[in-house]
C-alpha cells in the first residue's frame, strides 16, 4: 500500500492497528480487482477533479482517493477511527433524520457505509450515494449488491452535483467536512439548499469541532490536510449562512457531532411543515438499528 512512512500515524498509530487488521486479506483484494476497468464504469468524462482533492494526501496515502489503495483500507481503518463503534456513530445521523424521505443523496458517500444503512432505514425511498472516487464508488457497489439493496451511485463533485433544483427531500454527508477546505464545505452547503425541496432536511455527520479545537493532538495523530481548518469553524454557521433554519448539532461520543437543518418553506405558504411530514411518512419503515 502506498502510504507515507514517515507520518505520526504510520509510525506509532498502525503499528497498534496492525494487529486487528487482515493484511493478508487486504493484499489479496487489492490485487483480485482491476481498479481501472472497475473504475471506468463509474467514471464520468464531465469530473474536473478540484485541487484541494486532488492534489493532497489522505489518510497517508500518496494520491489520496485517486487511489485505489485508498477504496481497499478505508473500511478496515475506519471501525476504528469511529469510537466506540463505528455502525452507533452512523446511526446517530439516521437518528437525528425527522422526515420520511423519499428521495436521499449522500454526498461523499465513499464506500457506501452511511449510504446501505439509508436504505435500510428507509427502503421505499430512491437512494444515491455520490462520490469523487470512482474506486470508493466501486466498493460501494459491492457492499450494496452483498446486503441486496438497490442503489445508485454517482461519480460527481458534490459542489456542483448536477441534480435539479428541489430534487431531494433528505442530503446527507458524512465524514466529508474534515476532508474539504471550509470554503468547499460552504460551496457544498449551498448545493444542498439548491438541491432540497422546501421543509427537506440536510444532515452533516463529522468530528466534533468543540473536542478537536480542545484536543489538538487528535489533528496532528490523523494529519488530515484540512483538519484543523474544519476544527477552526462552525457548521452550524455554515447552514446558516446557505440559508437553512431549526439548525441543531448534537455530540456523538465526544469525538463525533451531527448536525442537523431545514430549508424554510416559502414565506406566506399556507402549508405546514408537520404536513410535510405527515405526508412524507406513508409506507416507510423504522429506522435500521435501534
Known amino acids: 500500500m502506498a502510504a507515507r512512512k514517515d507520518t ?69 481503518i475506519t471501525q476504528y477511527a469511529l469510537p466506540p463503534n463505528e455502525t452507533w456513530v452512523r446511526q446517530s445521523a439516521i437518528d437525528a433524520i425527522s422526515c420520511k424521505p423519499r428521495r436521499i443523496l449522500d454526498l461523499g458517500c465513499g464506500t457506501g457505509s452511511t449510504t446501505v444503512m439509508l436504505k435500510q432505514a428507509f427502503p421505499n425511498a430512491e437512494v444515491i450515494g455520490l462520490d469523487l472516487s470512482p474506486y470508493m464508488l466501486f466498493v460501494a457497489e459491492r457492499k450494496a449488491q452483498a446486503a441486496g439493496l438497490n442503489i445508485q451511485w454517482c461519480h460527481a463533485n458534490a459542489e456542483r452535483t448536477g441534480f435539479p433544483d428541489a430534487s431531494f427531500d433528505l ?31 440536510v444532515l452533516i455527520l463529522d468530528g466534533n ?58 414565506v406566506g405558504s399556507t402549508v405546514s411543515r408537520s404536513a410535510i411530514e405527515e405526508d412524507n411518512m406513508t409506507g416507510f419503515a423504522a429506522p435500521a438499528f435501534s
Open 8 to 76: 505520526i500515524f504510520e509510525r506509532f498509530i498502525s503499528p497498534l492497528l496492525r494487529p486487528f487488521l487482515d493484511e493478508e486479506g487486504m493484499r489479496q483484494f487489492r490485487h483480485s480487482v482491476d481498479w481501472e476497468s472497475e473504475g471506468d464504469r463509474f467514471r464520468s468524462p464531465q469530473i474536473d477533479y478540484p485541487s484541494y482533492y486532488s492534489s493532497q494526501n489522505f489518510h497517508g496515502i500518496e494520491r489520496g482517493y485517486l487511489n485505489p489503495d485508498a477504496a481497499v483500507t478505508y473500511d478496515p
Open 209 to 266: 469541532q468543540k473536542t478537536l479545537r480542545v484536543a489538538q493532538w487528535l489533528t496532528d495523530i490523523f494529519e488530515e490536510p484540512y483538519l484543523k481548518d474544519y476544527a477552526a469553524g462552525s457548521v452550524d454557521a455554515w447552514m446558516g449562512a446557505a440559508g437553512f433554519e431549526e439548525i441543531k448539532t448534537e455530540d456523538v461520543w465526544w469525538v463525533n457531532q451531527v448536525t442537523r437543518g431545514v430549508k424554510p418553506l416559502p
Open 171 to 201: 442530503v446527507t454527508a458524512s465524514l466529508l467536512f474534515h476532508e474539504t477546505p471550509p470554503g468547499t464545505s460552504k460551496s457544498i452547503l449551498r448545493e444542498c439548499f439548491r438541491l432540497l425541496q422546501a421543509g427537506g432536511e
